[in-house]
C-alpha cells in the first residue's frame, strides 16, 4: 500500500479522530488519498453496512444519523450523528467515490440495545444506555450516537482537566470518567479544550509533506493517556475494542495491510495492542442482543451540540460546518454570514462593520497568541463592532449561526417502517415540509388543504409525535382558524417507530391508539379530553369507543368536582360539527346528561369549603355557565334537543347558589355576577344584595371573598359604569376594621391586581373624587345606571379620524359608512 511512504509502517492504517472535527475530516480525506487503501473501516454498527451506498445518493444530505431500534420495542433506540464535517462521514464518502468498500467495525448494534435494556436504572454508565431520548449520554462518548455506548473521544466532557490528585484512576474501585482533550489542554496550558484544540488541528491545516503526521502525534498522546488512565472509567470499551480487532484482523486477511481504520483516537491504541484472538473472543462470549432495525435519518445541527445532551457533541457545530466548508478567508465568510443574518433582522450593518469586525478579530487573535482567530475572538468582534457592546443581538448569532438549524436530508429509498412512508406521503401531498426552524403555522379550516394539514398534526399529537404544538390564533377567536407551532426534532422518527406498532397508516395508528387510550384512561377529563381530540384529528372510527367508555364512566363517576371539569371540554367539541362536518349527535346527549348531574351536585358540593378548594370549584362554576351557553346553542331549543331549556335550570342553580350562607364567599359572588351577565338580575338587585353583604355583620374576610367573585376576573368595568356599586365597595372598605384590613388586604390586591391598566385608573380617579359626585356631563340618573340618557356626541367624533386610518376612507366615505 502506498502508505508505508511518510513514517508510516507496516500494518493497517489506524485514523484516531475527534468526531464532529472538521480538522480530523480533512486529515482523514487528506490521508486515505496519500494512503489509497483497499478498504476502508469505520466505527459503527455493522448491521447498517448495507446502507452505506445510500451516502452517494443525491437525496442524502448531511447532517443524518443512523437509527437503530430494538424490533420489539422501538422506544429503545440509539442514534449515530454524522454532520458533513465528521470524519466517518468524510471516510464514507472518499470510499463510495473511488469504489472501495466501506465497513462498519463497532460492536453490534443488537448488543449495545440489549446493553441498555440490562442497566436502565444505572444513570451514570451510558455506555450501551440507549434506553430512551431522554436518558441523557456520556460526555465522553465517542461514536457519534446520542444514546449510544460510545466512550472515549477527544470531545470534551468538562471545561476541566481531572485533578492531578485525585485517587488513581487505575484503581478498580473507582469509576473515572477520563476527558482526554481537558487532559491534554491542561498539559498544554490552556484552561479551555475547545480552544486547544483548535489551535493545534482547526487553525493548522493538513500537513504537506506527511498527511500521516497528525494522526501519530495524536496516536502518540492518547496512548500515553491510556498508559496513565487505563480505560477511563469505561469498562465496555474493553468489549468494544475486542470485537474491532477482530474486525480489523479479517479485513487484513481479505486485504492484508491495505486497511484503512477511522475511529476514535482513544480507541486507537487499543487497537494497535497485541492481543490474542481467543481473548478478544472471551470477552463477547455471553452477551446480551436484541433484534434491531437500522435506517437513515434527518439530523440538525442543534442536536449535534453538547448542550442538547449530546455526548460527543460539540459546543458549535455551525461554527465547525463553516470551517469545514470555507477553509479559505474564514474569518471574513463568516463576518459576512453574521452581517446577512443582521440584515435579515433589520439591522443597520454596512460593508465597513464587515472590514472592521475582521480587523479587529485578527488583532485579538495575535494579542491572545492564536494562530488564527477563533470562534472567541470572532464573537468578541461581533459584539464590539456589530453589536455595540450588547450581547442581546449576539444571542441571535449563536442561536442561528454557531449552533444552526440546518436539517438533514434522506432520500425517500432509505429503510423506513411502513408508519414512516405513510407520513412522508401525507407531508407532501399536504405540502408541509419538516423543518428544524421554528415556525408558526396559521390554517384557515375552511380550506381543504388547511383542514387536512390540522387533520394529520392532531392525529400525530394523539399518537405522542410532537411535530406541532397548538397555539391561541392572532387575529381571531372563531374555531375556523387553528396556529400551530412547527418544529422537527430528530428524535420525532422514534416516535414514528413507536407508534408504528398501532398501524401502518397515520389514520388507522391513530385510531387505535385514541381507542387504547379511552380504556386506559384514569379520570373522566381525560376521556373527555380525549373525545376532543377524536374530533379535531377526524377520527369517526375510534369516536364510537371513546363515546361508550364516556358514558360508562359519567353514570359512574358522583365527584362533582370531576363532572365539571369534564364538561367543558367535551362541550367544546361540539363546535367542530359546523366546521369540520362531524356528526356530534352522540356527543351532544352525553354532554347533556353530564350537565344535568351537575346542577343536581353542585350546590350540595359547594357547602363548607375552605379557601382553595372554593376558589377552584369557583372556576368550576365558571366553566360550566360557559359550557351550558355552548351546549344550549348546539342542542337547539328545549323542544328541539329532548332537554329541555338547560340554560334556565343552570340559573335556577346559580340563584340557589347566590342565596346560601353555607357556601363560600368568592362562590356566591360569582353566581350573582353571572346572573346579572344574563340578565337574570337587575342592577337594582345587584346593589342590594352586594349591599346586604357589606353591611357591618359580615366578616370582613367574608365580605372581601363575596367582592372577589363578584368583580374578580374582568370585572371592574361594572365598578367603572356602575358607580354605586363602586360606592358600596368604597365605603365598606373605609369601615373596616384595622386588626381585619390586613387579613383582607391580599384578596382584594388579587382582585383588583388583574384589571387592565387603563380600568385600574379609571378606578383610581373615581375614588379620589368620590363614587357618585359627578362632574360634567359623563352619566346621567336615567336610563342604566352609569351611564347617560344619550350619546356623547363630542366623545364620539373624537375618534373619526382613527377610524377614517385604519379604515384607509375618507372623509365622505366614513360618513356613508356610519349613515
Known sequence: ???????????????????????????????????????????????????????????????????????????????????????????????????????????????????????????????????????????????????????????????????????????????????????????????????????????????????????????????????????????????????????????????????????????????????????????????????????????????????????????????????????????????????????????????????????????????????????????????????????????LVRDRLVVGDVLGEVPPGAPAVPLQRDLDRSQRRLRIKPEALERELELDLRKEIDAGRSTLLHRLRLLRIEWGEPTASRGSTGTFRETWRLRWEPELAVRVAEAGVWGTTVPAAATAKAEADAVGAESLADVTALAEHCLLAELPDALPVVMKVLADRAALDTDVGHLAQALPALVRSLRYGDVRGTDTGALTEVAAGLAERVFVGLPPACAALDGDAAEEMRRHVDAVHGAVGLLGDAGGSGAESGHGDLRVRWRAVLRTLSARDTVPGVIRGRAVRLLLDEGELGADEAARLMGLVLSPGTPPADAAAWIEGFVGGGGGLLLVHDERLLGLVDEWLTRVPAEAFTDVLPLLRRTFSSYEPGVRRTLGELVRRGPGKQTGTTTAVAGIPGFGAEPDAGRADAVVPVLRLLLGLDDDELVGVAG
Open 1 to 395: 500500500m502506498a502508505g508505508t511512504e511518510g513514517g508510516r509502517g507496516a500494518g493497517p492504517l489506524l485514523l484516531g479522530v475527534r468526531h464532529h472535527g472538521p480538522g480530523s475530516a480533512r486529515a482523514v480525506r487528506a490521508a486515505l488519498a496519500a494512503a489509497r487503501p483497499r478498504v476502508v473501516l469505520i466505527e459503527g454498527p455493522p448491521e447498517a453496512d448495507a446502507l452505506i451506498p445510500l451516502a452517494a445518493d443525491e437525496g442524502m444530505r448531511p447532517p443524518v444519523a443512523l437509527l437503530a431500534h430494538a424490533v420489539d420495542e422501538p422506544g429503545r433506540s440509539a442514534f449515530w450523528p454524522l454532520a458533513e464535517f465528521s470524519p466517518e462521514w468524510v471516510a464514507i464518502r472518499w470510499a463510495l467515490e473511488h469504489e472501495v468498500p466501506a465497513r462498519f467495525i463497532d460492536l453490534p448494534a443488537t448488543h449495545t440495545l440489549a446493553w441498555g435494556k440490562d442497566d436502565e436504572a444505572d444513570k451514570d454508565d451510558t455506555e450501551g444506555e440507549l434506553t430512551g431520548e431522554e436518558q441523557p449520554p456520556d460526555p465522553t462518548a465517542e461514536t457519534p450516537t446520542v444514546e449510544t455506548p460510545n466512550a472515549g473521544t477527544p470531545s470534551s466532557e468538562s471545561p476541566s482537566a481531572p485533578d492531578p490528585a485525585a485517587p488513581d484512576p487505575s484503581d478498580p474501585d473507582i469509576d473515572i470518567r477520563v476527558d482526554p482533550l481537558a487532559v491534554l489542554a491542561e498539559a498544554a496550558g490552556y484552561d479551555d479544550p475547545e480552544r486547544w484544540w483548535e489551535d493545534v488541528v482547526e487553525h493548522r491545516g493538513v500537513g504537506e509533506r506527511d498527511a500521516f503526521a497528525p494522526f501519530t502525534a495524536l496516536e502518540e498522546a492518547m496512548g500515553a493517556l491510556r498508559e496513565t488512565y487505563g480505560v477511563g472509567g469505561r469498562d465496555r470499551d474493553l468489549v468494544r475494542e475486542a470485537y474491532m480487532r477482530l474486525q480489523v484482523r479479517a479485513a487484513q486477511r481479505e486485504f492484508e495491510d491495505d486497511v484503512a481504520v477511522v475511529c476514535g483516537a482513544w480507541h486507537v491504541p487499543a487497537l494497535r495492542q497485541k492481543a490474542s484472538v481467543a481473548a478478544d473472543r472471551a470477552l463477547l462470549k455471553g452477551l446480551p442482543k436484541v433484534k434491531a432495525d437500522l435506517t437513515w435519518v434527518p439530523w440538525t445541527h442543534r442536536r449535534l451540540s453538547r448542550a442538547s445532551g449530546y455526548g460527543a457533541g460539540i459546543d458549535s457545530p455551525g461554527w465547525y460546518g463553516h470551517l469545514f466548508s470555507a477553509p479559505d478567508r474564514p474569518v471574513e465568510r463568516w463576518m459576512t454570514k453574521v452581517a446577512g443574518l443582521f440584515r435579515e433582522e433589520d439591522r443597520i450593518v454596512s460593508p465597513a462593520h464587515v472590514i472592521e469586525a475582521v480587523r479587529l478579530a485578527e488583532t485579538l487573535a495575535v494579542m491572545r497568541g492564536r494562530p488564527l482567530p477563533g470562534l472567541g475572538e470572532t464573537t468578541d468582534a461581533v459584539r464590539a463592532v456589530m453589536c455595540e457592546g450588547s450581547d442581546v443581538p449576539l444571542s
